[in-house]
């Protein structure tokens, strides 16, 4: 029997090495062998000890990891086409929905399959079937009739594992809004899933995009990848300069669209004043239970501000975000930000190596990948 490496997740900034049983294949699931692993800004979240993962089942140690890439390692009896339709089999590269909505419930008989109440089965103990449910390990398992399609050629596996996660939701959470040809969209945070969302912005029509963070090096980056104007939190170190920054350079009127990206619920009070009067404000990052803020609803009713909450996604955004990557990659740097890789036992490393880097404000941006 051939055994799976995996980085377990034990506490805080500790993981442990294991071999896991290859799993079972049943009829309609597949094996998919993880070829790399991104660690994702809510990673380092669990890693800190911040947040604890959400886990299905009984409580135990779990595998992290969500935004990955994989081959076929083996399909089950019935499968012989991706959700498109097109030939799939053992060794053609997959990305995949890395939550499982159930298709059987009350949110899913009405199209909300990202609100599927039980779709968290990706994180599970490892001792509990499939074992292998995380993107920090060397194989992932796809429950029958889960979504899954093939990669274009031309897409380095890093992108494709960022498509899994930060570039799908930038993709889903603009078209949540609702955006349209011509508005103006103000990003709050120039992390992975900012600079997604500026290049995905200016490529669906936006006008005028606006990107707002504190590192010099998240800013530059994200001006070659769609951004129009920057603004620095050092240059506008108070929440009513960025607002009248925001208003200046939108005529006045204040963001057609704006998206919460930081992940700090303070950012949500700035960010709803830079929404102008009828516009759309949008929350991605706050994923921290209890993240408490008091604001003037009153503002909200009287500005006919919509707010939509834009968590995971519908897989239908895949194929989209897929083709948005494959077609853009020679105008936008978003498929080649990788700079650091990892060999799964260096986790720890790696898990350094993204700490520092958002926190170094002279390179350039960087993300670190784990391949098993």
Not at 135 to 142: K, T
Not at 217 to 240: F, V, W
């Amino acid at each position: 029997m051939v055994m799976g490496k995996a980085a377990v997740f034990v506490e805080p900034y500790h993981f442990e090495f294991t071999e896991l049983p290859p799993v079972p294949v049943e009829p309609g699931g597949i094996r998919v062998k993880v070829t790399s692993g991104g660690i994702c800004g809510s990673d380092l979240h669990f890693w800190r000890g911040e947040i604890k993962p959400i886990v299905s089942g009984r409580p135990g140690p779990v595998i992290l990891g969500h935004e990955m890439a994989g081959l076929v390692a083996a399909l089950g009896k019935g499968i012989s086409t991706d959700s498109l339709g097109r030939p799939l089999k053992e060794g053609d590269r997959v990305v995949f929905a890395y939550f499982f909505p159930c298709m059987r419930c009350y949110n899913c008989l009405r199209g909300e399959l990202n609100h599927c109440p039980t779709r968290f089965r990706f994180r599970a103990s490892i001792e509990e079937f499939p074992y292998c449910n995380g993107g920090f390990s060397e194989y992932y398992y796809l429950f029958p009739g889960h979504f899954v399609f093939r990669v274009p050629d031309d897409l380095p596996d890093e992108a494709v594992a960022a498509a899994n996660c930060a570039a799908s939701q930038a993709v889903y959470s603009l078209r949540q809004a609702g955006m349209q040809m011509g508005d103006s969209v103000v990003i709050q945070g120039a992390g992975g899933l900012g600079i997604h969302a500026a290049a995905a912005a200016k490529e669906m029509g936006a006008g005028r995009v606006i990107v707002i963070d504190g590192m010099a090096n998240r800013l530059a980056l994200a001006k070659q990848c769609g951004a129009d104007h920057t603004i620095s939190l050092k240059e506008y170190p108070t929440p009513e300069s960025r607002i009248q920054r925001v208003r200046e350079l939108t005529e006045g009127r204040g963001g057609d669209v704006v998206v919460e990206m930081v992940g700090y619920a303070q950012a949500v009070a700035e960010g709803l004043d830079m929404v102008r009067r009828g516009g759309v404000y949008v929350e991605v990052g706050n994923i921290f239970p209890k993240s408490m803020l008091n604001i003037d609803v009153s503002k909200v009713l009287w500005n006919h501000t919509r707010i939509v909450p834009a968590t995971h996604y519908d897989p239908y955004i895949l194929p989209v975000t897929l083709d948005f990557l494959s077609r853009t990659k020679d105008r936008y740097p978003i498929t080649k930000v990788m700079s650091h890789s990892f060999p799964l036992e260096r986790i720890g490393e790696a898990f350094q190596q993204a700490e520092w880097a958002g926190k170094d404000q002279e390179t350039p941006i960087t993300r670190a990948f784990v391949k098993p």
